[in-house]
């Protein structure tokens, strides 16, 4: 991403999202300037074309109950933590930074991929991205940042990230090991998803997990 303005003024937002995330979505001027942001990293022919776009409340709420007792669950724990709402919009602001480079095409290829995965799978995963991400982690062993850094999205990141690499692993590999074991028997088939990515895609959920 070049370096511009309208860059510089994206980050400072994702920087106040990751560090203070009620702040962010008590502030209705911001939420819009981001999403008006992430548009126009978009090429010009696919700006028209919208990308997977986002749903509203009562649209999401309704699709959740269609995934049965987990969907159902789902909408109950987010109504009685916070509001439906603003756990919608912490999964959707987590979706939208994920998918900021893709174009419009890879971002409907990317979630037409997702939504094929079992419906417990799923809610698993917008759980995960609504709890954020857990506090007071020791750092991963220079051990287990090696073995992360051995994939190419694995090492860029741990370039990327520097002396924070080890507390950024940390934070991957229990906000994973958390959703995966909630996901039961249909956790290998997560499992195949995302060692199915392509690696810029697999370096954009491992950068929005890592936080």
């Known amino acids: ?19 203070d995330r009620a702040a962010y979505f008590r502030n209705p001027v911001m939420q819009a300037r981001y999403s008006e942001l992430i548009t126009q990293q978009l090429p010009p ?3 028209a074309d919208g990308g997977i776009g986002l749903l509203t409340v009562e649209e999401s709420s309704a699709g959740m109950t269609t995934m049965g007792e987990v969907g159902e ?3 109950e724990e987010w109504q009685k933590s916070g509001g439906y709402q603003v756990n919608l919009q912490s999964v959707q602001t987590a979706v939208l930074t994920m998918l900021s480079d893709f174009t419009s095409r890879e971002q409907r290829a990317f979630m037409e991929r997702f939504d094929r995965l079992p419906n417990k799978a799923i809610v698993e995963v917008y759980r995960a991205l609504s709890l954020g991400k857990p506090n007071y982690l020791e750092d991963a062993p220079a051990a287990a940042v090696e073995l992360f850094a051995t994939t190419p999205e ?10 924070r690499a080890p507390q950024k692993v940390a ?18 088939d997560f499992l195949a ?3 199915g990515l392509e690696s810029h895609e697999a370096k954009a959920v491992l950068r929005v997990v890592a936080g």
Not at 7 to 13: D, G, K, M, T
Not at 154 to 163: C, D, T, Y
């Open 1 to 19: 991403m070049a370096d511009t303005p309208e860059s510089r003024e994206l980050a400072s937002i994702q920087t106040a999202m990751r560090d």
């Open 45 to 47: 022919e696919d700006r």
């Open 73 to 75: 669950e789902l909408v």
């Open 154 to 163: 694995g090492s860029e990141l741990v370039r990327e990230w520097g002396f």
């Open 171 to 188: 934070v991957i590999k229990a906000r994973f090991a958390r959703a995966t074991m909630a996901m039961g028997s249909t956790k290998g």
């Open 193 to 195: 998803w995302f060692n």
